[in-house]
């Protein structure tokens, strides 16, 4: 059993934990992209998305950004109500420098990713890599803040290189810098994503930084927010990342403190257009910005089946103008490989929260959309068809998603 705080605490109340705002859905590279944000916002409304990291060098990007990396700062600002957090990887602070500003004329802050413990990232020098040294660190910070302004300039960090003795040190060279934000990541880069993150050390964090303190790492529900609140009461608030993968409607959760519930079709109609979505992207960006300016993502579908249904049929008039706008003609409509596996991916995360049929292998073994929809509703026939779905954390799943099985069963902070 997980120690947690008991869920009445917060049961109906809209500001479920003072002081511990749910920001927003973390940057996840190769996750969050823009079809993904669009999808997660029509899912829960986040108030805040993150792009991945924009890894920049000395030769790119040239003078412009990638047009479909941050359009929401630009041509479909007007188009998403969320504020968008872009976030840059660099190994070199010049090369930050030079980009940040292409942001900063939209945005009112960058973000500097010290935290990826990728092999690649690390290898080349960035990422967590930010972290190997304190002093280099120190000089990082103290180039970047003199040349941008600190309140322009945001920090995502691990809690060490290669151990959390190094953060009170790594801190030092934040605190004296009134950033934008600095959030915490509560791993070292060798625990990569085992093991719980330091909610200590977050909030020791945010008592050293003058910079608000933004947490990263284990919220998954009601219950898991108000434990980790009660350890970090300094911080000024959380994004969740994987979390988000496991229950798409998590961020809708934590506003109302009350457990979301899903018809099965709901739930079906939305994978259909998370792919629908990606598959737009894919093949014609242009129609998907063409579709955003009408305000088509807008406003938050939930669990309301007919938003869903809208926004699904819309997509699908724009990427097969002939077709009939329903469901069951599109079941025998594919998909690329790639948009596929973007479902798949997402699958594999979300199906641990649901009933065990539903975490049978036969979805992410289809070589299509349509089987992988035939397999989703054989786990919903074998499920016993409940009239409505919870999507409820399942802590034995967790070594999943955190890539280590010898992971302790309960919470050691
Ligand atoms: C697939 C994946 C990709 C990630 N990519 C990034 C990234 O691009 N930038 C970043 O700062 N953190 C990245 N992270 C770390 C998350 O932002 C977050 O700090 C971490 O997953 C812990 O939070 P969680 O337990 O809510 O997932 C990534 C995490 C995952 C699982």
Redesign the pocket.
Known sequence: MRDVAPLTSIENNAAPTPGLAVLGL???????VLPMRLWMHLASAPKSL????LRVTATYPNHELPRTFAPELTELRDAVPYQLVP?I?AADQADFVRIAPLFLRHAPFV?L????PSPTCVGSGA?SSLLRDADAFRSVIQAITSELGAERFAV?MRTGFKDDEEFTTLLSALSEHNLARL?V???TRPDR?KGY?RWDLIELAANMAQAPVIA?????DIASLAHRAKIAPSVKG????????RNPWIFAELRSGVPVNLKFSTLKLALLTHALLHELANTDMEGLFELAKTGLFHRECGTDEDRWQHVHDQLSHRLWPGATASLTAHESVDVSRVTLGRLKMLWNYLRSSLPAPFFEPAPLRAGSLPGFLTGLSAAYEASGKPVNLQLRHAAEWDWL?SGGKQQAETCPT
């Open positions: 973390a940057p996840m590279e190769g996750v969050t993150a792009t991945p990291f976030q990887m973000e990713n010290c935290g990826c990422g995502k959030t990541h509560g791993r994503y993150a990263s790492g284990d919220v998954v959380t994004i969740i990342g994987r979390g988000a993968l998603y």
